[in-house]
């Protein structure tokens, strides 16, 4: 996190006045499923929501905007960079900047950007998924071999009920038969 006490306090501020800040739904959003929450500033001839009736939702008003010092900051407390290439770290100071990888940049060249940023001391907001130890893998492995072995049992079984039923029930049929035909004779 960056050194600035005055950040560092905008931050907690920001947090504190966040916390008190009510959730803003769009008007009716409560009443009707096909009217989402996402906020839709009222606009009605006789919205009791635009007038600021009591008893209604509060608005989304410039007062319960945050300090200017925190605005547009991660809660780490950094500035976000947005960066596509590894040209792009050049221009981050680590100090004050952190950066988040678009989500267009590819695999190979995320971990390029990565290992250099790792270089520079610069906080990744958005890194790579760290990889699973080699144990634990393997344990995942031997648990899904298991649950297919499983299935292909349970598969087999199915298989054997559904070949025998048709058996059984001809040898039933036949059995009927016949006790019908000593009962006539």
Known sequence: ????????????????????????????????????????????????????????PKSAEIGYRGPRKARYLHPSG????????????????????????????GMRKRAEISLRAGERHIYIVNPLPKEKPAEEVEEAEAKAEEEVTKEEEKGEETKKTAETEPKAKAEQETKKGSSTEEEKG
Not at 78 to 105: C, F, G, M, S, W
Request: glycine share 2%; hydrophobic share 30%.
């Open 1 to 56: 996190m960056s050194r600035d006490p005055t950040r560092e306090q905008a931050l907690q501020l920001r947090t504190r006045l966040k916390s008190k800040k009510p959730k803003f739904r769009r008007q009716e959003s409560w009443r009707y499923k096909r009217v989402s929450q996402v906020w839709r500033r009222p606009d009605g001839v006789d919205s009791k929501m635009r007038r600021k009736i009591k008893g209604w």
């Open 78 to 105: 950094y500035e976000e960079i947005l960066v596509r290439n590894v040209d792009d770290l050049a221009k981050v100071d680590p100090k004050i900047q952190a950066i988040r990888i678009a989500h267009t940049v």
